[in-house]
């Protein structure tokens, strides 16, 4: 019995010691509640991320983070369209303009070709949708197709009403193309319309509305009033005002402490003495002896082995939606898929899509190969639970992936009009959930 009680009073310093060094990280660190964040606070991370960036551009941490951020609220089910289109639109930037110090500028047409997919749907105004197609145009330029690059120009500059970074990104692209072509007037025109865009400074050059009858002199003048009205206000902003972004720095709380040091080390002293209790009662008990029958010999009783039961029995399973296996494999065979030599031949005819048919792919069925290949496990479950045929299933994928009709039509030997008659038929066919996750509103 002393021996028992030389146990607990050890056991109790020993938990003594431990609350007090509780008490002393809790005085030297308080204790940190992390919140889930929303997507606007995933992207307003983002934006902090890419700036940092922007500052030092060793900081490839921070590129990373920024680009784990922004394609999270292009994924994420409570993000809304604008949020998704604001994500986009900035990892076509981040493609665009260098990300580690190279570009990738068929991920930043990817990237911009959805921003005019959702501009069309009616996410943003006009204005949003030609600042995309110069920035589709300037993209396509570096891409080497200089043709394509001047329609989408041109198209840009055909909205009444637009940002005048818009016909700064436009007058710089076209006035290198047309003095490549040895086009002296028209290098010479874009040429005066980049030099009156230049000398706003970038950061206001996004706040302002040209329209496209306005003359040169007006356009001059607009531009010294807004650089003036900017000029005034730094003058009268005061120096020590803090911003609102600065404000939203803290992302943890302090945790209120619910229950006092003494009130923990009492609770600790109780749980110690009922458990070593507990351990005594357990080891003191008088078990009744075994009575052996005559011929029998006492032997080591050796306990029956317990059936083991599945976890079926234990109710232990717990089966996940399809739909979200279904994205789950569907995002596992994207990333195997954009490894491949198929995925760089699909986004070259997304790029050159009007001149599909002059060129001369015969790489079908390895596409189709690297397809199934990639998706095999998304495959077994459409297949399960639809019973699709290979064309339909390219189709799903495909369209996953952000191709469109005439790019499927193309690989698969038809029309775009029988893509779109298989598309209905495909969604007939499959669950809401499963068209939700496949299509995600796209024809």
Same mark, same amino acid.
């Given at each position: 019995?002393?021996?028992?009680?030389?146990?607990?009073?050890?056991?109790?310093?020993?938990?003594?010691?431990?609350?007090?060094?509780?008490?002393?990280?809790?005085?030297?660190?308080?204790?940190?509640?992390?919140?889930?964040?929303?997507?606007?606070?995933?992207?307003?991370?983002?934006?902090?991320?890419?700036?940092?960036?922007?500052?030092?551009?060793?900081?490839?941490?921070?590129?990373?983070?920024?680009?784990?951020?922004?394609?999270?609220?292009?994924?994420?089910?409570?993000?809304?369209?604008?949020?998704?289109?604001?994500?986009?639109?900035?990892?076509?930037?981040?493609?665009?303009?260098?990300?580690?110090?190279?570009?990738?500028?068929?991920?930043?047409?990817?990237?911009?070709?959805?921003?005019?997919?959702?501009?069309?749907?009616?996410?943003?105004?006009?204005?949003?949708?030609?600042?995309?197609?110069?920035?589709?145009?300037?993209?396509?330029?570096?891409?080497?197709?200089?043709?394509?690059?001047?329609?989408?120009?041109?198209?840009?500059?055909?909205?009444?009403?637009?940002?005048?970074?818009?016909?700064?990104?436009?007058?710089?692209?076209?006035?290198?193309?047309?003095?490549?072509?040895?086009?002296?007037?028209?290098?010479?025109?874009?040429?005066?319309?980049?030099?009156?865009?230049?000398?706003?400074?970038?950061?206001?050059?996004?706040?302002?509305?040209?329209?496209?009858?306005?003359?040169?002199?007006?356009?001059?003048?607009?531009?010294?009033?807004?650089?003036?009205?900017?000029?005034?206000?730094?003058?009268?902003?005061?120096?020590?005002?803090?911003?609102?972004?600065?404000?939203?720095?803290?992302?943890?709380?302090?945790?209120?402490?619910?229950?006092?040091?003494?009130?923990?080390?009492?609770?600790?002293?109780?749980?110690?003495?009922?458990?070593?209790?507990?351990?005594?009662?357990?080891?003191?008990?008088?078990?009744?002896?075994?009575?052996?029958?005559?011929?029998?010999?006492?032997?080591?009783?050796?306990?029956?082995?317990?059936?083991?039961?599945?976890?079926?029995?234990?109710?232990?399973?717990?089966? /996940?939606?399809?739909?979200?296996?279904?994205?789950?494999? /569907?995002?596992?065979?994207?990333?195997?898929?954009?490894?491949?030599?198929?995925?760089?031949?699909?986004?070259?005819?997304?790029?050159?899509?009007?001149?599909?048919?002059?060129?001369?792919?015969?790489?079908?069925?390895?596409?189709?190969?690297?397809?199934?290949?990639?998706?095999?496990?998304?495959?077994?479950? !459409?297949?399960?639970?639809?019973?699709?045929?290979?064309?339909?299933?390219?189709?799903?994928?495909?369209?996953? !992936?952000?191709?469109?009709?005439?790019?499927?039509?193309?690989?698969?030997?038809?029309?775009?009009?029988?893509?779109?008659?298989?598309?209905?038929?495909?969604?007939?066919? !499959?669950?809401?959930?499963?068209?939700?996750?496949?299509?995600?509103?796209?024809?």
């Amino acid at each position: 019995m002393k021996r028992i009680l030389y146990i607990v009073l050890s056991m109790t310093l020993v938990g003594l010691a431990a609350c007090s060094k509780k008490d002393k990280e809790e005085v030297q660190a308080p204790k940190k509640v992390y919140i889930e964040l929303t997507a606007y606070q995933e992207l307003e991370l983002a934006y902090r991320a890419h700036g940092r960036f922007n500052k030092d551009k060793k900081d490839k941490r921070s590129l990373s983070e920024a680009e784990y951020h922004f394609a999270n609220v292009v994924v994420r089910d409570d993000s809304t369209d604008s949020l998704r289109v604001k994500a986009l639109y900035m990892l076509h930037n981040i493609e665009s303009y260098g990300a580690y110090g190279r570009t990738n500028y068929a991920k930043a047409l990817m990237y911009i070709n959805r921003c005019i997919e959702y501009a069309k749907a009616g996410v943003g105004n006009d204005i949003n949708l030609a600042q995309y197609y110069a920035h589709k145009g300037d993209d396509l330029w570096h891409y080497g197709e200089i043709d394509s690059a001047i329609h989408y120009c041109h198209k840009a500059m055909s909205f009444p009403v637009r940002q005048n970074w818009t016909d700064y990104i436009v007058a710089y692209v076209l006035k290198h193309i047309y003095h490549n072509r040895q086009i002296p007037d028209s290098a010479a025109y874009y040429q005066q319309r980049f030099e009156e865009a230049a000398v706003i400074p970038l950061e206001q050059i996004r706040g302002l509305d040209v329209h496209s009858p306005q003359s040169a002199s007006a356009f001059k003048a607009e531009m010294e009033r807004t650089i003036a009205q900017s000029k005034k206000s730094k003058d009268c902003a005061c120096p020590g005002a803090k911003t609102p972004a600065a404000t939203q720095q803290a992302t943890t709380k302090e945790a209120p402490s619910g229950l006092s040091p003494f009130a923990i080390r009492i609770i600790v002293l109780l749980i110690i003495a009922m458990l070593f209790t507990a351990w005594y009662i357990y080891k003191n008990k008088k078990r009744p002896p075994r009575v052996y029958e005559y011929g029998d010999t006492p032997q080591q009783e050796t306990e029956e082995p317990q059936p083991q039961l599945t976890e079926e029995e234990r109710g232990e399973t717990f089966a /996940l939606p399809e739909s979200l296996i279904l994205r789950r494999s /569907l995002a596992d065979g994207r990333r195997a898929f954009e490894h491949t030599t198929s995925y760089d031949d699909l986004n070259t005819m997304q790029i050159k899509e009007k001149e599909l048919y002059d060129m001369a792919f015969e790489a079908t069925r390895d596409v189709e190969s690297s397809l199934f290949a990639a998706f095999k496990e998304a495959c077994a479950t !459409l297949i399960e639970n639809a019973e699709l045929n290979d064309q339909e299933l390219i189709c799903c994928f495909c369209t996953y !992936l952000g191709y469109s009709n005439n790019v499927i039509a193309y690989i698969g030997h038809t029309t775009p009009g029988t893509i779109r008659k298989r598309k209905d038929r495909i969604k007939k066919k !499959l669950p809401t959930d499963f068209c939700d996750v496949i299509f995600g509103g796209k024809g």
